[in-house]
């Protein structure tokens, strides 16, 4: 297993991010109050639970987290933060999930510290006071927050892909960590194929260490990754199947586009957070897609990637 950074300064990349995050931190402690609430937003896998346990464990606090879904009702959510002390951290992923009703609920808690229930009957309000805490969001779709909701939130960051240069230290620590050696063009061509992102950077280490254990590869060179990145079916771009499929049915299918992301999405028989979420990301980031108002078009970057010659109306 990779351990996680521990704190900011082993934290590699989001450097804006950081240093807000910092500042707040610090400015709190000297307060002796809680950090404002915190609403992380960006692709999957860019670091915005990681961030949550440094900032709790920064602040001295205890850190809870839950996934949006599993609060289904009001009584889960009173239940939730009952359980708070004191300066805790309360981390919810996915926090667009949460149904609307939920959602107000928890506009007194992150104001006020107080939640309002209506007893069996709907006679008689009571007022739960609640200790002074920290919500800390995690979303990849920032636009399913409600205004009134997003407002509620102190300090907003937006996580960023990771560039190929803070993917490869990020790469060198976790080779350490995971005890396999490797040549600078290695964990180069590794970071590359990344997509941007830590999480799929320590997923491919782990398996390459899976082929270093039974060959024997005393140290890892570029070669060796790149026939293990082939194996797994990603090419030098860091383009997995489905990448390469969704780039595949615009370019023949709808010639190049533009097509609507449900139309796609049925096309490909795939889920449209999927390819909204996780794979469009890096094709835009990587230049090989656009979003148009009439929906995805392929670049003449990804013409070339597929191999093929530019549909006319993109000349």
């Known amino acids: 297993m990779i351990e996680r950074p521990q704190s900011f300064d082993e934290f590699i990349g989001q450097e804006r991010t950081k240093k807000l995050l910092k500042v707040a931190v610090e400015s709190a402690k000297k307060r002796e109050e809680p950090v404002d609430h915190i609403l992380f937003y960006g692709p999957p896998g860019t670091g915005k639970t990681t961030l949550s346990a440094i900032v709790a464990s920064e602040m001295g606090s205890n850190l809870k987290i839950i996934s949006a879904p599993t609060i289904e009702r009001k009584g889960d959510l009173v239940a939730l933060v009952s359980t708070l002390s004191e300066g805790d951290v309360l981390f919810i992923d996915e926090i667009h999930r949460l149904n609307r009703a939920v959602e107000e609920t928890l506009y007194s808690a992150m104001e006020d510290f107080r939640i309002d229930i209506v007893m069996a ?3 008689k309000a009571v007022s739960i006071e609640l200790p002074r805490f920290t919500l800390i969001g995690a979303t990849t779709r920032l636009n399913l927050l409600t205004p009134p909701f997003r407002s509620r939130f102190g300090i907003v960051c937006r996580l960023e892909l990771y560039s190929v240069e803070e993917l490869k230290l990020i790469a060198e620590r ?17 970071a590359r194929c990344s997509r941007g992102t830590p999480r799929i950077l320590n997923q491919l280490l782990k398996r390459i260490r899976d082929y270093a254990t039974v060959h024997g590869w005393k140290r890892v060179k570029e070669e060796q990754v ?33 097509v609507g992301l449900n139309t796609l999405a049925t096309v490909l ?21 656009v979003r148009t108002p009439r929906g995805r078009k392929l670049t003449p970057e990804g013409y070339k990637i597929l191999g093929k010659e530019l549909h006319p109306f993109l000349i």
Not at 239 to 254: C, G, H, V
């Open 269 to 289: 028989k795939e889920d449209v957070d999927t390819i909204e979420n996780v794979h469009e990301p890096y094709l835009i980031e990587m230049g090989l897609l």
């Open 121 to 123: 009957g709907g006679r």
């Open 174 to 190: 976790g080779a350490r960590k995971l005890g396999i050696e490797m040549s600078e063009n290695a964990l180069r061509a590794v």
């Open 226 to 258: 790149l026939k293990v990145l082939e194996e797994l079916g990603i090419d030098s771009y860091g383009l997995d199947p489905l990448d390469r499929k969704i780039l595949r049915t615009i370019a023949e299918t709808f010639k190049g586009g533009p």
